[in-house]
């Protein structure tokens, strides 16, 4: 089975300071992505990753950003946190399929979330 | 552009009745399609998916969709739930991306809730 493991399951943080969650998944997948979850907005894209160095931004990403330096790790900075990101957030992982340069996404494997508070 | 519109937030109901949970997408082209669960303070499981193939696609613990392309609907059923079945479930849709990896676009989740 996938696994995806986040390094947290609850994190509190104050505000201004210069936050890290990781993510590592054990099947070698090639794309992983970040999510923020809040009640009433469903999953909002974050940024996604689909090859070692390679970002892409989601839906939301101000003030985020990411790193992926080893295709198992894909690390979600806050830079300086703020109330308004305090959340439940979720990584996860997936295969890739396609040809020509065009590919879409094999089913997403999640990790069980962080759950972050911003005092 | 790509969208999931999930017609119902909260679905109410008693255990052992069936349910539907309803799932329209909009997409020009061909698509992946799946449904997610996620049960209180977890991440997102995946319960089924159809990515070609028979239009009715079913789960291991009793859930059942049918992909409706004149429809372009994805609704998610069971004859008979159980008060375990009570979660978020969210449908989604994959979408390409040229020259990238492709992602995901979720609907905004359904709530279901069984009761005794």
């Known amino acids: 089975d996938v696994k995806v493991t986040q390094s947290s399951r609850y994190l509190v943080k104050r505000t201004g300071e210069k936050v890290f969650l990781e993510c590592v998944q054990d099947?070698?997948?090639?794309?992983m992505f970040w999510y923020r979850q809040d009640p009433g907005l469903g999953l909002r894209l974050i940024y996604f990753s689909y090859d070692v160095k390679m970002k892409e931004k989601g839906d939301i990403p101000e003030g985020y950003s990411v790193s992926r330096e080893k295709k198992e790790r894909f690390s979600l900075i806050l830079e300086s946190a703020s109330t308004n990101q305090t959340s439940m957030y979720l990584c996860?992982?997936?295969?890739?399929?396609?040809?020509?340069?065009?590919?879409?996404?094999?089913?997403?494997?999640f990790g069980d979330g962080t759950r972050l508070s911003i005092l | 552009a790509q969208s999931v519109t999930q017609l119902d937030s909260q679905v109410p109901v008693f255990e052992e009745a069936p349910v539907e949970l309803r799932c329209n997408y909009s997409?020009?082209?061909?698509?992946?399609l799946f449904w997610y669960v996620q049960y209180p303070n977890q991440g997102l499981q995946l319960l089924l998916k159809?990515?070609?193939?028979?239009?009715l696609v079913e789960s291991i613990n009793g859930f059942e969709a049918e992909f409706n392309k004149s429809q372009t609907s994805f609704h998610l059923r069971k004859p008979s739930v159980h008060i375990s079945d009570t979660a978020e479930y969210f449908c989604a849709v994959s979408v390409g991306i040229y020259n990238q990896g492709g992602k995901l676009i979720f609907g905004q989740g359904t709530e279901l809730s069984v009761k005794p």
């Open positions: 159809y990515l070609s193939g028979s239009t």
């Open positions: 997409s020009s082209v061909s698509v992946y």
């Open positions: 996860a992982s997936s295969e890739r399929s396609g040809q020509g340069g065009s590919f879409r996404s094999q089913p997403q494997h």
């Open positions: 099947m070698d997948h090639e794309n």
